[in-house]
């Protein structure tokens, strides 16, 4: 009995040690995560989103540049013909979308939807480790097919992300983006996202994130990334009233 209890003490005392440890990996798990979406402070990412009805076939597409930049800035350029000529930028926590022919920006919210499930904020804003905080909840199986996966439950940090909690998924070995939970500020799952890779074995990047409404349609919106190099853009055309008055920026 004496040894049973010195082994369950020992356990006990291992776990409690390895809790503080796992909770300090967190900020540098969610960079790893992150260099799979963007591999660089200043990115552009051509982007194309498509929407699926629930029986599989195909509802809509479209297509956007995206150049995601430091600092929590991101500008999205529309590039589909009934879009075409409207920007999204994005300063830290404010969001302006700018219309063709307007010289007022007007101010969204990063939930402001731009096709099907995917909002604004869901392609302006790439980076885990600069807007989350959390801890390791587990470790256990996930994807498709199954592998040790790591489980992050995050919090946000700031108060201009798209979602105030998310549970993450990332894989063990090389903690590429698996699957995430996504709630808004209502504590509510809003969407359920599943990640692409590249290459299922050896993994450099995520070529999609797939997207699946849970509060209303449950219709699939998948956001593929075509592209992506390094980019950075001038300084003017992070500035909404620079973007009004200049419309035409290629």
Request: proline share 4%.
């Given at each position: 009995?004496?040894?049973?209890?010195?082994?369950?003490?020992?356990?006990?005392?291992?776990?409690?040690a390895?809790?503080?440890a796992?909770?300090?990996?967190v900020p540098?798990?969610?960079?790893?995560?992150?260099?799979?979406?963007?591999?660089s402070?200043?990115?552009?990412?051509?982007?194309?989103?498509?929407?699926?009805?629930?029986?599989?076939?195909p509802?809509?597409?479209?297509?956007?540049?995206?150049f995601?930049?430091?600092?929590?800035?991101?500008?999205?350029?529309?590039?589909?013909?009934?879009?075409?000529?409207?920007?999204?930028l994005?300063?830290?926590?404010?969001?302006?979308?700018?219309?063709?022919?307007?010289?007022?920006p007007?101010?969204?919210s990063?939930?402001?939807?731009?096709?099907?499930?995917?909002?604004?904020?869901?392609?302006?804003?790439?980076?885990?480790?600069?807007?989350?905080?959390?801890?390791?909840?587990?470790?256990?199986?996930?994807?498709?097919?199954?592998?040790?996966?790591?489980?992050?439950?995050?919090?946000?940090?700031?108060?201009?992300?798209?979602?105030?909690?998310?549970?993450?998924?990332?894989?063990?070995?090389?903690?590429?983006?698996v699957?995430?939970d996504?709630?808004?500020?209502?504590?509510?799952?809003?969407?359920?996202?599943?990640?692409?890779?590249?290459?299922?074995?050896?993994p450099?990047?995520?070529?999609?994130?797939?997207?699946?409404?849970?509060?209303t349609?449950?219709?699939?919106?998948?956001?593929?990334?075509?592209?992506?190099s390094?980019h950075?853009?001038?300084?003017?055309?992070?500035?909404?009233m620079?973007?009004?008055r200049?419309p035409?920026?290629?």
């Open positions: 009995m004496t040894s049973r209890i010195f082994r369950i003490a020992c356990a006990t005392v291992l776990i409690l390895a809790a503080p796992l909770a300090e990996d540098a798990l969610l960079k790893a995560a992150d260099r799979y979406r963007m591999s402070s200043n990115m552009q990412v051509d982007t194309q989103i498509s929407v699926f009805n629930t029986d599989g076939t509802d809509k597409e479209r297509r956007y540049k995206v995601a930049q430091a600092n929590h800035q991101s500008l999205v350029l529309m590039q589909s013909p009934a879009e075409k000529g409207q920007k999204v994005m300063l830290g926590d404010d969001y302006w979308l700018l219309m063709p022919g307007s010289q007022r007007l101010r969204i990063p939930m402001q939807k731009l096709l099907g499930d995917a909002s604004t904020g869901d392609i302006a804003t790439m980076s885990w480790a600069d807007d989350y905080s959390g801890t390791v909840a587990g470790e256990e199986p996930c994807g498709e097919p199954a592998q040790p996966c790591l489980h992050l439950s995050l919090q946000a940090a700031r108060k201009g992300v798209t979602y105030q909690h998310i549970e993450l998924w990332i894989g063990k070995a090389r903690h590429e983006p699957k995430a996504l709630y808004v500020q209502s504590d509510k799952l809003a969407k359920q996202a599943r990640f692409v890779m590249d290459k299922a074995q050896a450099t990047a995520v070529t999609a994130m797939l997207l699946r409404d849970q509060l349609n449950k219709k699939e919106t998948q956001v593929r990334y075509l592209g992506r390094e950075t853009v001038p300084e003017a055309w992070l500035n909404p620079f973007l009004a200049n035409a920026l290629e």
